[in-house]
């Protein structure tokens, strides 16, 4: 279900209502938010090319100049410029990663890719991330008890207007048939904007009270955990995902072909969403993954989650052939196993992680994955294939398959940090 006006006001509202009761809350997210305007800048200048036309050439970089006057002028406002202590030096990090992958997934979303140009994706960006201020800034200034935050914000504000008379003049230039959906764009704008409020919120909560991750956790519950703030190791991990949707496909579609009989009617579509739903995947995080990869410890650290989400799906199919002879009791029951691991693990990735286009992309995926599995029961229920021991046994194996890689990551992500560390400690 899409977020509301109303809900995302909401949740503005008691992220300002966190932040502005605390000068050092206030200038975590003062510290954020002049990060975001600094990346704009840079996105609004990496869009300078040569299909820009040369007459608005110097209004868009002095649009990319007032968006660093801004992270200046944010900047110069926050009540205590430095961190007190390391606690709260890593609650500014968290921050300012959650704002750095709404802003750079933004512009990475499915809809603003299909631009024809970069200036193309500089019109449509313009006209429709700016919203964010108005979102954020509106309700900051209403909030705040300072008097120089409010007039700073108030100003933020002015400009921001002018970037989008100025969105407009160039959208008219475009021709029809390279404009894309505004509706949508706004659309993603909205949900990425409220998954971003909500993290900070919940990050915010964990450091005001202190909270410390408890040891009973199960294998896949410490995974989740271990990559909500480690930008890196989620990139590679959502990158593995991708690669884990498509060999399900491949192995849902080869318990038929190695049968010689055609795949069944509603099979057709879902591997079709399933191959779909990699190249989402992998294309969210594919620019982070290329950097990321330059270091040989996360070169390694991909290996192992890719063998480990491979080793889970073959140990899991061939259970499930083992137990089944019928090939299209093998396709739903196998897919019911998956779906309601991806429902699981998917939802609480989207959750907890600091990464908001990869949550975006993530509840994106799971309004299919509410399709399938839909699908999935009602042909087991005409099927007469339901039976309360046999999903026991589905959920049971499934689980003991995942907890399996969930470890073997788990080990990955440790040898890496210990790299890390290690490297610190050397320089």
Not at 119 to 147: D, M, R, W
């Amino acid at each position: 279900m899409r977020t509301s006006i109303e809900q995302l006001y909401n949740s503005i509202n008691k992220l300002m209502s966190q932040v502005c009761k605390d000068p050092r809350l206030e200038s975590a997210l003062l510290t954020a938010l002049g990060h975001m305007e600094d990346l704009a800048a840079k996105q609004i200048l990496g869009n300078v090319s040569a299909s820009t036309p040369p007459q608005f050439l110097s209004e868009i970089r002095v649009h990319a100049e007032d968006e660093l006057r801004h992270r200046d002028a944010l900047w110069a406002v926050r009540p205590f410029a430095e961190a007190k202590d390391a606690r709260e030096l890593e609650l500014r990090r968290d921050l300012q990663g959650i704002a750095e992958s709404f802003t750079v997934g933004y512009f990475g979303n499915p809809i603003l890719i299909q631009a024809k140009s970069r200036f193309n994706a500089y019109v449509h960006g313009a006209l429709t991330i700016e919203q964010f201020p108005f979102q954020i800034y509106s309700c900051f200034i209403k909030a705040t008890y300072s008097e120089s935050v409010r007039s700073v914000l108030t100003s933020v504000l002015a400009d921001e207007k002018n970037h989008i008379q100025l969105g407009k003049k160039m959208m008219e230039t475009l021709p029809d048939t390279e404009k894309l959906c505004l509706t949508q764009l706004h659309t993603i704008e909205k949900e990425m904007c409220h998954k971003m409020v909500l993290r900070m919120s919940d990050v915010i909560s964990a450091y005001e009270n202190h909270l410390e991750r408890r040891d009973t956790l199960s294998a896949s519950e410490k995974l989740g955990h271990a990559l909500s703030a480690d930008a890196a190791a989620t990139s590679l991990w959502i990158y593995a995902l991708g690669d884990s949707e498509e060999l399900a496909a491949n192995h849902m579609q080869e318990i038929f072909r190695r049968r010689h009989l055609p795949l069944p009617a509603e099979m057709v579509e879902h591997v079709q969403d399933e191959k779909r739903h990699a190249q989402l995947l992998r294309q969210t995080v594919l620019l982070r993954r290329r950097k990321y990869l330059q270091q040989p410890k996360y070169k390694v650290l991909e290996v192992r989650m890719r063998k480990a989400t491979e080793r889970y799906l073959v140990t899991y199919f061939s259970h499930v052939m083992k137990k089944f002879s019928d090939p299209e009791e093998i396709y739903l029951y196998g897919a019911l196993g998956l779906e309601m691991r991806v429902f699981k693990h998917y939802a609480h990735l989207s959750e907890t992680t600091h990464s908001i286009d990869v949550a975006f992309i993530l509840d994106e995926i799971l309004k299919d994955e509410a399709e399938h599995t839909q699908m999935v029961h009602l042909r087991l229920r005409d099927r007469g294939y339901i039976k309360p021991e046999v999903l026991k046994w589905i959920r049971q194996t499934e689980e003991l398959c995942f907890e399996r890689a969930a470890s073997q990551v788990l080990g990955g992500l440790f040898c890496a940090r210990t790299w890390k560390e290690s490297a610190a400690e050397l320089v």
